[in-house]
């Protein structure tokens, strides 16, 4: 299994944006619309079904990158969109040099949306 000691509780406060949805109930539309038990999925990805299903109700934060990359294998998608969901760069991405080229490619682009 692996280890979730970074993820702490949800404090009453946090909350994703109404508009965007949150991770759990990105990944748990995913997962229903696949036809996949909690229990198989959990299975799948390595964890406890209790674990995941704290994940799918936001009684937990998004899991480490490793279980997110898992989730969207088993799920046959795209592992940035769950990222983007997570609001937290890919393992890939996460990198000094490609942080700084990401944030100024963002900035570039924002300027330019406001112009």
Request: proline share 8%; aromatic share 8%; with cysteine.
């Amino acid at each position: 299994m692996v280890n979730r000691s970074p993820n702490a509780k949800l404090s009453p406060t946090e909350t994703a944006l109404p508009d965007e949805g949150s991770f759990g109930d990105f990944v748990r539309t995913k997962r229903l619309a696949a036809q996949i038990s909690l229990k198989d999925f959990a299975k799948r990805i390595d964890v406890s079904p209790a674990y995941w299903s704290c994940v799918e109700t936001n009684k937990e934060k998004p899991p480490v990158s490793e279980l997110i990359e898992r989730a969207a294998q088993v799920l046959g998608e795209n592992a940035d969109n769950y990222f983007i969901r997570a609001r937290r760069l890919p393992p890939d991405m996460a990198d000094p040099k490609t942080l700084e080229t990401v944030i100024r490619y963002y900035r570039r682009q924002h300027r330019k949306d406001k112009a």
